[in-house]
């Protein structure tokens, strides 16, 4: 017979294995790498400039690495700066990470989350997603507004063209944004403000003071029993100014809309589509005047922006690079056939104006930092546990630039792309101007077929030039503080007719 002794000594290194291995399997993961030690109860808030917090991160990235930990104020937030990592959050984690954390400024002018971009998830967020995605801004409907995009392009061609033969700077950042402003309020609404002084100057002050709204910062998000010094600073009666400015705006246009000696349009604006959902009562939810307001809030704003940014920025980008200007204009001009006006089909035939686009928006994204996510509940990321309620910075500006990613971040070279798949509709992590995952931007078809049509017909009427005694390196890249990244300074620039 054997021994206890005997299978004891061989029995114990075996449960010793099982031992420790169970103890590795149920070991809670650590928490993520820190980044800038900060201070009791405000933490790393002192040490963050909400200015040019994209720049601010990206420097950071570089100590810490693509994952590290803040603690703003009361609240806990990770910094994602790579691919890899992107992907992991907005794709392998993305329910668990597609939560939007509760900023006081983005509840009050979404009507406390009644649209998509700020809106928690859940049901409500599901059925006005579907709306949108189905009846607003589907790639059915967008081409619908084709001829709204040709129209405006057109009378900006011909505003320049006057500037043009008078020899006259243009400040392309104003005549872009009145562009852009115009098509979607067409679009939305069904009218335009660019031809009436007052109503005009209304509505850009709108657009404008609710981008300084979002960017700015509220003690009472990160630290509630602070939220005292955010009324002393104004901040309250600033936003419910800016807040019930607005909402008179889309209450009007409600109204016109239902007014029943209204004349008949020609086609259904996105107003239109909302009121007849409403009426139909077909919706998981009842829509009600708010929730079309939100809607309205979400194109008006974000789609207005974002264009006119990106624009600007290709220009700006094509002036700096003018070996790049001269490849892309003869693209243009040689397989366009010579045309006065490129149609939205013609631009499909360009694989290099393609490549220019998809390099301003790796190089200048109007949305360095995407709209900061939230964890709905504990997952692990690389390997770190990663707890409920954490705020999810996900820094494109830095995942654009990674040097792992890309040859030459920093160049501005479109024949990257013509050599890679690489797409910028969310399937691929080291280009997602758009987002990725369940909180893609919904407006993106709208976006690009407004981008494309613009650039394009800018490059194929005009020789753009600098004006007198300014160079291609006197030409800054410095950005305006805000969601949306505009160039701080306008692009003054000299047209000249194409002959």
Known sequence: MVSPLLILCFSLPLLLFFFFQSRRTFKKPPLPPSGPIGLPIIGNLHQLDSSALYLQLWQLSKKYGPLFSLQLGLRPAIVVSSPKLAKEVLKDHDLECCGRPKLLSHQKLSYKGLEIAFSTYGDIWREIKKICVVHVLSSRRVPMFSSIRQFEVKQMIKKISEHASSSKVTNLNEVVMSLTSTIICRIAFGRSYEDEGTERSRFHGMLNECQAMWGTFFFSDYIPFLGWIDKLRGLHARLERIFKESDKLYQEVIDEHMDPNRKIPEYEDIVDVLLRLKKQGSLSIDLTNDHIKAVLMNMLVAATDTTAATTVWAMTALLKNPRVMKKVQEEIRTLGGKKDFLDEDDIQ???????????????????????????????????????????????????HRDPKAWKDPEEFSPERFLDITIDLRGKDFELIPFGAGRRICPGMHMAIASLDLIVANLLNSFDWELPERMREEDIDTEMLPGITQHKKNPLYVLAKCRI
């Open 349 to 399: 035939k360009f694989p290099y104006f393609k490549a220019v686009i998809k390099e301003t928006l790796r190089l200048y994204l109007p949305a360095p930092l995407l709209v900061q996510r939230e964890t709905n509940e504990a997952c692990i990321i690389d390997g770190y546990e990663i707890p409920a309620k954490t705020i999810i910075y996900v820094n494109a500006w830095a995942i």
